[in-house]
Each structure stands twice: as C-alpha cells, then as structure tokens.
C-alpha cells in the first residue's frame, strides 16, 4: 500500500469503450489510484463526457494526448502513471511519448502492430529506465499464478503438452460492417496490425501458455482462415506449437466459434500431473495426478479479496446494491423520480422480515418442529 | 450518475473485517461515493490503522461511533450515507441514530437480532423518511434480477415450488473456540441473535426466495440442529414452508455442510417452466420449460459491466495488475524494492513476444502453413 | 458364475412396458439367465405378442400368471427364478404364490401397496426359505457401493446429514388423462397404493438413504402435494428425517419438478467428509474432506464391466451396432430392405478411410510435419 | 426384428480381452444374437476357458480360427456372422476367410495395420457380397446420431470447424513394459500398424467427424509425439485438417493426457449454429445458436432403450442386480455360500421398510405436517 493514492491519466477509454471503462474499475477497486487527467478520444466532446463522468478537473481534460502528455509532464501533481486503451495501431506512439515525458506506463495487448514499433517501445523502456505493465489480465488470476507456481515446483513432473484454446462467437457474421466502432478497427488490418483473431486473443492465449509453462515457443505451423465473406483478417487460427525442451502444443482462437462467448481454456500436461484452468470458471483449478482422483482447488481468500465459494462477482453484485442506492439518493438530492430499477435494493421491511423468519424458525425448532404461521412467528 | 460523488461514512469494517472490505470495494466500483469518515472499531488502535488505509482526513476518523454521528451532522460536507457494518446486535442502535440524526442508511444483514428492535427501525425509518438499504446482496446479481423478471412476466406459469439450499463447511468444527473473531460472535446468542447459520445464512435464502417469487411464506415447519458439541447456536437448519397462493417449498441452510464453500442455490418451479440460479455460477440462468430442451441464459452486457462470458472475476484480475503495478510503482517512490509477486506484471518483453508470435501465426499460414522457427517470426 | 444358464420366468412387462424391457436386458447382460416362460400382461394378445418377441416356447407363454406358476411348477425344467413386474397392487400375490411354489422371486419395487402385504410376504419368504430379491436399482450402481463401503469404513466420521432429492417432470400436467397406461397406474389409488411421488420415487431415495449409512429413520415429518388439478395422489413430496444416531436429513420427491428428467442425487455429509453421488453422472462420487481439494472418485474397472472413463451407456452404443447389424442380415434372410438406420453402422470403406488417415498422418509427421493430401496419405 | 436369433461365431476376444467382452454383451442386449461357435484365443486353453464361459457346445470351440471357418462354414446351423475382435495385425486374414467363406462379418477397429490389407478387404467385400460392419462405436450413440441428422438438416448452416479431441492417461507411464498384454500390442508397430495413438483413437476421432458432417479430408499436417522413452509409436498427435468444401479442423488424440480417461468430443461449428458432444456426458448433446441461449438436447425415449435422464448406465445397474441374485442362486444350486457382495441385493425387509416409509409420509401429510415415530408410521 503506497503512502498515498497513485495518480493516473488515460489516453483512450472515451464512452461506450469496454476496456477503458475495465481499466477504470480496476483502478479503483483496491483505492490504490485516482484518475486526474484524459485524452478519452479523437472526438473532444465524447473526450469532455467522459472527463465529466469521471468527475475531473476539467483543465485536465484533453482533446489531444500529445498536449496532455507535454502539459501533465509539466505538473507538480503530474500523473505517477498513463495508461494507452486505444485501438492497437495507437498504441506504439502514446506509450513512447509518454515514456519519454516521464510517466510510467500500463499498457493495453497486444502491445503494437508492427514488429519495428515493438522493438522500439521495448528500447524506449530500456531506455527511459521507467515502468511498462501490459494489460494481459488472464495472467492475475489467482489460480493462473497458483497454476504457474505449481508448475515451477515441479507437481507436474517435465512438461509434455499444453493446450490452449480461446473461443468465442461475437464475429460469427459481418459485425464490422453493422457500425460497430470496436469491431469495425478489430478487422481492419490498419488499425488492428496483421493478426484478427490470433492478434486479439491468440495472444493472450500465448502469453498465458508461456506464462505458467516459463516456456516460449521454439517454431510453429499455423492456419489462418477468414470464414466470413470480405473479412481481411483472421477470424479463425489453428496452430500447431513446438516449444522449449520438447514441450508440444496446439492453439487454436476463434471469434466464430457460436456458442462460445469467451470460452478461454489452457491445459498443462507433464510427466506425472496435469493441471486445467478456464476462464469461465475462473476461481477453480482442476489438478490431476496420473491415476489419482481430479482435485477441484478452490481460489483462497489468501492473495485475493474474497473467499472460496464467493467467486470474485459477489464485489460487483454488492457494487449494484451501492450504486442503486447512489441513484436513490441522488435522486433525493435532485428532487427527482429514482429510476425504477434502483428501487430493488432491499429494505427495512426486508430486514424485519428476515428478523422475524429466523424467530419463526427457532420457535418451531424449539416446539418440536410443529408448523407456526407467519403472524405467529416473530410473537 | 449523480452530479457529484456521494459522501460516504462508515460505522464498523475494522482491519480483517471481510464485509467492511466488501462494502469499501462496492462503494469505489462504480466511482459513485467518497469514503469521508469511519468508526471502524471498538479498539481505537485499529479504527486509526483503517483510517490511515483509507486516507481519511484524520479529523474525520472517530473511536466512538455516537461521537461521529454527532460531530458529522454538523458539518456542511456531512456523509450523505452511512454504512453499518458491524455485528449483528450492533446493527440496532448505530441505525437508529443515523436516521435520526438525518443520514441515509446502508446496513448489513440480517437487520437485528431482536424483533422489537426490527419493529423500532421500521418506525424509525418511517417517521425521519430517510433512505435504508440493507444489503442483501444476493438480490442484486443480474441473473437474479432477470430470474425474478421472467417470474413475474408469467414465464413460469403458477408457481408451485420454491427450493432453497444454502450449505457450507465452515464451521464443521468448533471454530468459535479457535480465536476467530468472526465465528466467535456469529455463535455467540448475545452478539449474532437467535439464529445461527439459520440467520447468518437461512435470511439470505429466505429473502431471495421472496424477492424472486415476490410471496412471503404463510407458515413453516422448522429443524434446527446445533452439531458441533458445545455450539449454543444452530449450524444447520432444515425447513418446510408453504408460502401464499400455495406454493410450497424446503430451505436448507448449513455451516457444516463438508465440501460446499457457498454453495447456496435457488430452484423456482411453475406450472410450465422452471429456473435455477447458483452462487457458485452466477452468470448463468438455467431456464426449462416442460418438455423442452433446457437453456442457459448468459448474463448480457446491458444492465452489467462486462460482456457474456467475461464472468465478473474479470474486473478483480484486472485489478491485481493495476494494484500489482501500483506497488512497483510505489517501490520506487519509496526507493524500496516491489513485493515479489507484484514483478509478475506482463511487460514490455511480453509486448514483443506477443507482437512476433501474430506475425509468425500470419508468416507460416500465408506460406501454406508451413513450421518456421521463433526466430524468423518477425523477420 | 453359475455352471448353467439361471431359468427365469416374468410376470408383467407386455409390450411397452419399460420396466420389463429393462429387467429382460438386465438378465442378458452377464449371461447368466434364460427366459423360458411368460405371462407378459392381462391382455392373451399382448401376452403372446411378447412371447414371440422373447423367442419363448408357445407351450410356455400364458394368458394367466396363476396358470404360469401353477403349470411350470410341474416342470423338469422349472424356471429358477420367476421375476415381477406389475403394477405395484399386484406384486404380492403373484409374489406370494411363487414363493409358495417353490421359485424364487425378483420383484419390482415399491413391494406391495399395503403394510398388511408387506408384512404377509416378508413371512412367505421367512417360512417358504426362498431368496427374494427387490429391484431398487440404484443401489447397485459401482460408485453407490462404493459410498456406501467408504461410510462404513469411516471416511465421513460420524454422520450428520443426509440430503435425498428426486426430482423429475413427468407429472407437471395431467397425464394420466392423455391414454398413458403407465400415467394411470401411477396415479390410480387402488393400483398405485398410498404414495404418489413418495410411493413411486421417494422409496428409491429412502432406500438409497437407508443402503449407504446403514441407518433407518427413526421419524418423519411429511409435506405432501397435489398440484395438478385433479389427481388423487401427491405429484410432490417435502419431508424432513430424523435418522437413528442423530443424523438429520431431509427428502424432496417431485414428479412436476420441471426442467428435471430424473435427477436422483443423495448426499452424505459426516463429521469430517462428505459425498455426493447424482443418477445422471453415475459413473463419478464426490468426495470431500474439510477444507481439502474435493476429488472426483472415477468409477473403476474392477467390479464393473468397463474401464473409467467409458460411461456404462458404451455397451448400449455397441449393441446399437449390433442391432442395426442384426436388421441388415435380417433383411438379407428375409429379402428384402433394411430400415434406413440400420445402414449407419460402419462399414469396409470406413475402413478404409481410418487406415489411410493412419498412414496420412504418420507420413505428414515424418517429413517434419507438413501439408498432405489425401490422396496422397496412403501412397 | 428377426424371426430367429442370428447365429454368431467369434474370433479373438479371449478371458481378460475387455473389446471381446464389450461384443458379447453388446450382442445379447437386444436378444438378436445367440453365440454358436468360438475361437478365442492362440492359447487352446484360454480358449476352453472362453468356451465354458459362454456355454458354447464344446464342439463348436476352435483352437484355431481358419478351423472354425472352415468347419463351421459346412453346418446348417452355421453362424450368420463372425465378429472379430483380435488385435489390429490379426484383422485381415481372418476377415477376408470369413467373408470367403460366406459369412457375414463384424470386424472391430481400426480395420487393418497395412493398405494394401484394407483395399484387399474393400475388394473382398465387393466380390463376396457379404455385409461388413466396423465396429466405431462412437457413431452409434443416440445423440450422435442426432447430431449427423440435424447437420444434415442444415441446423448449422454451412459448415465451418470441426475440433475433435480424443485424450486419454493410460499410457503416461512405460505400461507396454509391465507385462500388460493389451498395452503390449499397441505400442508395437507389427502388431498395431503405423500409428499409435493416432491410429487406436485417432482413428474415432475422424472417423466420427466424418460421420456427423458427411465430409472427408482433403489433407492433413500431423505433429506425431512419443513422449515415453523407448516408445516406438506415437502416444500423442496433434493433427491440423482442411476438409471438403473448406471446413477446417484440428484433432488431438493423446494417451498421455494425464486427467483424462476417454474424453472424446466433438464439436462442430456452422454460418449459424453449432453442436457439442462429449463421449463421458453421451447423453447430452449441446446446440447453440448465434446469439441465443445454449440448449442442452437430451437423449429421447424413442430410438433407445430409455427415457431421458436415466444414463445408460441404468442397464448396467440392474444387470448387477440380476447378476447378484445369480450368484445367490447359483450358490444355493451349488450348496455353496455366495460371494459377500452378491448379498447386497435388496431383499424383502427392504421391501417392507419402503412399504411403510410410504404410509409414513402420507400419515404425517394428512394429519398436518407432524412429526411421527417409524414405529407408528404402518400402524
């Protein structure tokens, strides 16, 4: 825990934008950061929208990164940090200058488009001497690093396989032609890079497999396939993988694939165990000795924010109650109607009624377990 | 989206208090309320290390929670809502004075422990007309909210059947003699009420049941069992209810239920359809209607923060990175070296990996899909 | 294994009778039995119809159940063992009179419809000396057995809970109007005895209850209902169970449990583990101990007839081939044409394509892995 | 349904041969078949062994194969088809005398080791006229069977991805070397053919996507692995597939997946839909439409021999139930006493429990909901 809170700029995340709105939430959530500055978008009024939902200075709303990066790095307050959510091919420029300016760096995946602007941003780091974090998120799962950590002490013996598939339907039909912004730039190979599914999750399906195995590829043989009629890029990548030391493996990411929403899975097999993770079910890991009954290991309450049997929804589900709430009191201060669905949040009727439910049943408990009626219950 | 943030105080939550920590998360979530003053604690030392954990302005953090109600109600920037977080028979008197010192109030569950003190707050809340919400939080899942929809919108027909089942292992064994301050008074009669895991959890169910199915039970027949030897309080309780319009329905609530972490599930059963919802599951809905194949509803992005499939865990890894990241970068403000597991970060070699393994993925399938070897991926 | 074929005859199981469909399969499928005389059902035409399918002897295929026993009796070549699957209200006096005879009886359940029969057979048995076997079914599953020996060997410590439900979806509508023999039975008072659910399908749960911890209730407290407008017996069953030693359980059989085909699952919850076994994955057990992994108990190759991993409904794919088998070289006999399905079972060319995929992919391999087509695999 | 039973002689499938053993019960299930004549194994001992056990007129038990056809081949009662169910190397020769000698022929999989062997055969069935069938069980699952039909039925659209996996543990370890006389032929390339693992379930994997899309491979790129020191032939493949009219896929088959028993699936994917199906879950079939809720299609009653949710396990269980009591019987014939086990058989006090559980429940019902003591719930 720092002696105070971080302060963070945003260049990218304007409204509608999912993953910039991710990066804000996480921000948040262990009160670790406040957001102080954004260059949300290319369209200054969506960049002034967001500024205002985000409660900020309005001078530190900016139309242009380039000027909020030259005018923040002037700053007493300056931000500790940026963090790059725009469309890949915007990545390379922002993450360099702001590097250069001083400010460490979270970054979204993949990290460029072009192999060029790559080495470049990793010399830049080297360079500046200062902080990079990408946001490959699959990674902190708290039982993708206990995955990673059994597998480096050695409870699946020498790795022999690893599995990886990363399916999803979203792109099953011509999405980019219907006026959708992010599914529009994520097919068209200027602003994505050369990579249409292998690029968008293909890599998070690499960087996980090499995460928890240690391991990168040594060659791989791969087939990309464009199923819907005019696309340019991949929607579909099958790939065959040799990596380190013998390990073998097969990748396959889909955006076709219906009836999957986000159906990421990685399969590690070695010697004497073999261990699987899927994204859907985040808080389990199945643990397999050869010959051995399958173990379910539950997320621990230690290294996360919850404990087992809470899967890590519950903080969201519990943020619900606070934000209808908020709408309720916001709504009084206004002097306005709630919206309606604000209204669910229970009650003090609610609460006498689970009062006089747990007197109702002790009291049947204690006569021998008769049936009382409800009037009967709390009196 | 209120104009401002709102102003939160906080009554309970101390260092280690697991539902203080949840309601602290929920109130950042949605950026909608600042955290202005706390009495977390009985013990001063430990109201003052959540204060400074929460960089409250000192001013503003209070051994004594009547001391805070009292001095925060004359301040012009006064908490618009208070939250009460602490144990059961504590709920009572801090609620009371809250409302009638004009704040809103946030309570956890269940509301008291005594019947008349339930009575009270329901008057109380009545006569002063402030807000209070308590915070059943199983309410609040999407799939919940959609769950108690579809009811009401007739997709189920009549309704016949309500089952609830809420088992856990915790507390199999004499954990209140172990020194957990948690299970100590949630076994005590004096500090949790009348019930034990039929109030600590059995409200939960029976709340949900009657949100969902918008009936109250009529009657119920009750077996409430204390097995752990020694324990004053039940740990499992099993009961028959027949709530009006005759529907009938069982309530299972267990803390010694070996194998089941929270494992608290909800079948509702009509005339012509049925759903079922799981703690465990809850981004799923499973939905059958007589004679039909069964569906699975996906919780939708409208109305939640995250698509299908993305379950709600994603925003708490995402969070690891940026917390991780925070802790390197406030290392380095110190000038102290990060915490081990906080450099397991991706950075901007995992950029370069991730942008050479696409080009390789596009390299070897434009080639007919041929095997290249790592190092002319990008070349 | 004996050293012959066991004779059996059947009373009851006419054509489209389930239950005597399943019993015939169940005395084929080790071999150990032949069926050599029938009194299939009520109606002499259905009898006979049935006698023929089952390849009987005509002198040996009776319209009168009384005759069959009264006449095979006689017989050098008496049946060993006389199975019955009737309606329950006449399983006592075909049962009686077998046992009376000198067979041995296999005898659907529940038993009898009324005490005074149970009562009167259970003497028959105890003064005639014969075996009487009756067929609840689940409790020879592997992994029930296996539950079962783990309690008794203490895996669980002293057992505290044990949760039984059965629900199915049958009965949401009125069935037993539509023409459904089965339904009506099921339904009818006089034929059906006391129970409804409880009768049909609550036995099995109490009986699996009883088999795995060796215990028998020592009281009940029942719920029980008709929600179908008209019927005459309960379509849903609620109780709560005091067992011998202190175990608590409770019991839930429903027959309008809609989106539930026949979704039996038992739970046996002890003072250091539980288990947890469910009809529709028979093939895996549950197992936990506190705070530990839980682990899934695969179903193994000793004491059943195929290996893990192999769900027993392998052997009916199989026969299916057989079957299909069989109709093409009954046609053939017969000259004339197979029904269509039976000309999916694989054949030559099938064959063939396996064997050149074999040979495909070892030589794709072999150079190093690379693009071959078919044509080429076999070459 | 035939006239008569078919006669069925069989070659291969000694004691301890688990595929033999599999083609027995398979042939008995639907009462088809009746085995006449036998030659089960090189060893004229084990032979006799298999005779006795299956009750075979000693006669018509041959030491050798070519023996049997030739003898058998001159009978009236001969056999109106062989099943074969030798080791790979030993399919040919005996399936070509089969055919030549005029009996219809059942041959277990994969069909041949060499092809030049597998055209022979092609060329033999066409000369002969003789019906062939390969036993890919696979494909005779209901819901197999179902998902070809609706492929058919362009439920999928146009065809796009077909990903089958096939992994499985048992050969982890170096079991070719433990003396087990299975693992033995299979890992040696003179008695399994070229392939290992791609060929003893690889062959399923395709040969069951084939099935279901009605389409072949037009060419494949495999990565063959031997992971076991000292294995001669491939334990894991991962193969990439283009198909006929550009469908792609991949396959693995692995028999060193530690954690995996037999988990075949298949999954294939269309413009618009797409079909899941996992060979330990075979009587689920999951169907996803673009955008809509997964529905989870359930075996029906028609075309097999149970209703929905009773796996078809079910068989098995009640088999071993009437296995059971023939052990009883067999004993009491015998003056011996049974084999503990077999008395786990519910018996007449079972009966007369379920009996009075019955009355129990109604009696409590009908009085209200009390508790009563078991001694008064018949009285």
């Known amino acids: 825990m720092a002696r105070r809170r971080l302060r963070l700029g945003m260049i990218g995340g304007g409204p509608g934008s999912f993953i910039g709105s991710v990066h804000r939430m996480a921000a948040r959530l262990d009160d670790q950061y406040v957001l102080v500055a954004g260059a949300f978008s290319a ?4 960049t002034q929208e967001m500024g205002r939902q985000t409660f900020l200075d309005p001078a530190r709303i900016y139309a242009d990164w380039r000027e909020m990066v030259r005018v923040e790095a002037e700053r007493d307050d300056r931000p500790d940090a940026i963090a790059i959510v ?33 080495l ?36 699946l013996g020498a790795l022999r396989l690893v599995q990886a598939e990363y399916p999803q339907e979203w792109a099953s039909t011509a999405v980019e032609t219907t006026g959708d912004r992010r599914a529009e730039w994520k097919a068209d190979p200027a602003r994505a890079g050369a990579g249409g599914a292998v690029g968008d999750i293909g890599t998070h399906a690499y960087q996980l497999a090499c995460f928890v195995t240690g391991r990168t590829a040594a060659s791989l043989c791969a087939e ?19 990596y380190d030391d013998g390990m073998r493996g097969s990748l396959w990411a889909s955006q076709v694939a219906i009836g999957n929403q986000n159906a990421f899975s990685l399969r590690v097999i070695g010697e004497t165990g073999a261990l699987t993770w899927s994204q859907e079910q985040p808080n389990q890991l199945l643990f397999a000795r ?3 009954a399958v173990r379910c290991l539950e997320r621990q309450f230690a290294g996360s924010r919850l404990p087992p049997g809470h899967p890590e929804g519950f903080i969201e589900a519990f943020g619900r109650l606070y934000s209808d709430f908020a709408e309720q009191l916001g709504a009084r201060l206004e002097s306005r109607a ?17 009062v006089r439910f747990v007197l109702g049943a002790v009291k049947s408990s204690r006569q021998g377990g008769i049936w009382i009626a409800r009037d009967d219950w709390a009196t």
């Open 290 to 292: 050869h010959r051995e």
């Open 120 to 155: 470049d941003l990793a010399d830049t780091v080297e360079r500046t001497g200062q902080l990079f974090a990408l946001t490959h998120n699959y990674s902190a799962y708290p039982q993708v690093r206990l995955m990673r950590t059994m597998i480096r002490d050695g409870e």
């Open 224 to 242: 990309l396939t464009a199923f819907v009629p005019g696309r340019r890029l991949d929607d579909n990548a099958h790939l065959l993988l040799r």
């Open 338 to 354: 709630a919206r309606p669905e604000a209204l669910l949040v229970p009650t003090v009727e609610d609460g006498c009624e689970g």
């Open 43 to 46: 369209d200054a009024g969506r």
């Open 86 to 118: 725009t469309p890949n091919y915007l990545h390379h420029a922002p993450a360099k200058a702001c590097l250069e300016a001083g400010f460490h760096v979270i970054c979204d995946k993949p990290m460029t488009t072009r192999w060029a602007d790559a």
